[in-house]
């Protein structure tokens, strides 16, 4: 029997930019030379246009928990379709956690203009923790406070894994 949960893309905006600039744009520009020298047949053509498909793809990836025969398995989705997976080992780990984090990015295509320029966000970490809290595994981080709700609802439900407030015991 299979549940899943699909969450949140696998990239953020700016990560996206970068990926079609670096990636993308060099793509378009080959398939322009090819098109201007009038070999628009060639398979060389439909080549660099699959390539260029291929990278605009890559950014609606999104991720995803995965319950499959009792395991549990982080996958990558496109278009609500699993296209891989990555079994979780839940091994001496029964609990499981939210951890709110403030982060911020750089802004790498504004530094001429403002070098300290950065986006300040706030992230959720679904991690999963041993007995004691002493190790911890972070399972996603999301953007959206009501989907990392989500997956604990769907850790606790499927996995029998207990929600607590980390608060890790060395003793």
Not at 8 to 23: A, C, D, G, N, W
Not at 64 to 78: C, M
């Amino acid at each position: 029997m299979k549940k899943e949960i699909i969450l949140e893309s696998k990239f953020t905006s700016h990560q996206k930019t970068h990926i079609l600039m670096v990636f993308g744009a060099p793509i378009i520009l080959v398939i322009i030379k090819l098109i201007s020298l009038d070999i628009t047949n060639s398979l060389l053509s439909l080549l660099f246009v699959c390539l260029f498909l291929i990278v605009v793809s890559v950014t609606f990836l999104k991720t995803g928990l995965l319950k499959e025969d009792n395991s549990l398995y982080r996958g990558v989705y496109f278009l609500g379709k699993l296209i891989f997976k990555k079994k979780i080992s839940l091994e001496d780990k029964n609990k499981v956690t939210i951890l709110s984090f403030k982060k911020s990015q750089k802004m790498a295509w504004f530094s001429a203009a403002n070098p300290d320029l950065s986006l300040t966000f706030y992230r959720s970490d679904i991690t999963l923790l041993n007995e004691k809290h002493t190790r911890k595994e972070m399972l996603v981080s999301l953007d959206n406070e009501y989907l990392a709700n989500e997956v604990l609802n769907f850790l606790e439900i499927h996995f029998a894994l207990k929600h607590e407030v980390y608060s890790p015991d060395f003793s």
